[in-house]
Each structure stands twice: as structure tokens, then as C-alpha cells.
Nanobody, 114 residues
Framework: QTRLMETGGGTVQAGRSLRLSCVTSGVILSTFTGSVLAWYRQSPGKQREQVATLSTSGATDYADSVKGRFTISKDNRKRTHYLDMNNLEPEDTAVYYC?????WGQGTQVTVSS
């Protein structure tokens, strides 16, 4: 059974950094490397927003609101992808979800205090 689990969320002050990790289990390596990896977030009362994507060719894409501050990366051997978040802002407060293809994690809360 394919499962994704996010870790690394928490509460930080504005201007600080966090790294989110998403570990995928129950898949062979080629499935992981052959899937688009992504991070999304959802704030209360708002729609889920795509934050960052990493294509199978290694191309990345970011929401305008996080460009220059967030970085998506992966470690194929660990079947893990990451979201490095720098210079966090209160507006980044949300539940962050990872995805691998059509599979989703349960989410991890990130709260940024001013």
C-alpha cells in the first residue's frame, strides 16, 4: 500500500526556516522516480494551493508567493521529497500536504508567528 507521510511542521517566528519532509512507502523506486512530486498548502477558508512541483525531468515550479524562498528537492534512494522554506511569513501559515502522482499525505501544520 502506497503511503506518504509528512514531517517537519511546527510553529516558528517570521523570518525563520523550516524543512518539511515527505517519505513515501510501499512503492518501487521506478514509481517514485517516474512521478511528479509536489507540495500544496491550505489555509482556513481558502482553497488548496499548489506551492511547488518537481517533474520527473527535474524541472521545478513554484507559486509566485514562495519563489525565491522555498525549494523543492528529493532523495530517490530514500523515496523522500523535501520542501525547504526560508524567510517564512505569517501568510505561509497553513496545513502543508505532499503528493506523489495521485497519492497524498495527511498534512502537517506550519504556523508562522509575527
Amino acid at each position: 500500500q502506497t503511503r506518504l507521510m509528512e514531517t517537519g511542521g511546527g510553529t516558528v517566528q517570521a523570518g525563520r526556516s523550516l524543512r518539511l519532509s515527505c517519505v513515501t512507502s510501499g512503492v518501487i523506486l521506478s514509481t517514485f522516480t517516474g512521478s511528479v512530486l509536489a507540495w500544496y498548502r491550505q489555509s482556513p477558508g481558502k482553497q488548496r494551493e499548489q506551492v511547488a512541483t518537481l517533474s520527473t525531468s527535474g524541472a521545478t515550479d513554484y507559486a509566485d508567493s514562495v519563489k525565491g524562498r522555498f525549494t523543492i528537492s528529493k532523495d530517490n534512494r530514500k523515496r523522500t521529497h523535501y520542501l525547504d522554506m526560508n524567510n517564512l511569513e505569517p501568510e505561509d501559515t497553513a496545513v502543508y500536504y505532499c503528493s506523489m502522482g495521485r497519492y497524498w499525505g495527511q498534512g502537517t501544520q506550519v504556523t508562522v508567528s509575527s
